[in-house]
């Protein structure tokens, strides 16, 4: 047998449960993948909460939870290319990637990812990289931001965002980020200057840079979408990544699918070359898997949030 975190009917985080199921084995083209720790994304218990954003995904229940994951491949099946048994990997597996075990196409078909991890990357780390990694690339990506800009990013300190800032200023932009204010030290040391969210948001911003912005993207809700706006940036250089129902007319909708080709080499050299940080604010064991999807969904995490397997 094997574990995975299952859930029967959508609700909060107390319909997450630790089962034991059967345990998968890798097929012809296929590799399984022995997991060692899964990094948690508000999608996924945005999948598990609601029945309308599961359908999007075409999930039903009962479901498996979760879709970034990091481990190391202990099968692989007839036709396989490119991995093979003993290779750290990491990557997505949609609604299943918290279990001991998982299985994938090799190389994978979307909307699942396998990506080889590097040496010198934890699988902690490597398990935060393919949704908010990806997603932060592709906002970015959409606004075509460069050397000289002064980009306001919205949500800056949430997991998308500690990856937008540092990519921003990796691409030689001023960084502007909303937050709340016990963040801003956090931010600061991200590279961003901040700004406080809410009402008035594009009066501060204003006071901050008079000298204007000329991007934006906003990585929850709205808000920063319409301030930009307001500040005069033209909708084509705004973009968002969880504009519910839909961003303000002619801003750029964007997700992690959309990350152009090369963008995880880019993060993971990043990385490797310390000029890109990921801070874990938390880690737990599978075990406590409500307690961590509980945390996060509160929205005060600084970064981003782990299980272990």
Known sequence: MSRAVVYATFGGPEVLELRDVPEPHAGPGEVRVRVAAAGLNPMDWGIAASPEAASGFGITVPSGFGYDFAGVVDE???GVEGFAVGDRVF???LARAVADHLVLKAPAAMPDALFRTPDGISDEVASTLPVA??????ALAAIDLRSGDTVLIGGAAGGVGVFAVQLAKLAGARV?????EGTFEFLRGLGAEPVTYGPGLADRVRALA???VSAATDLFGTETAEAALA????PGRISAIAARPAPPAGVRATGGFDAEPGAMDRITEAILAGELTVPIAASFPVGKIQDAVALQ????VHGKVVVTL
Not at 176 to 180: E, N, P, R, V
Request: charged fraction near 5%.
């Open 297 to 300: 969904a509160g929205r005060h």
């Open 231 to 234: 500040l005069g940036v033209a």
């Open 176 to 180: 502007l980020g909303t937050a709340s």
């Open 210 to 212: 008079p000298g204007g």
């Open 76 to 78: 692989a099946g007839p």
């Open 133 to 138: 990694g990806l997603s932060a690339a592709a």
């Open 91 to 93: 990557g997505g597996a």
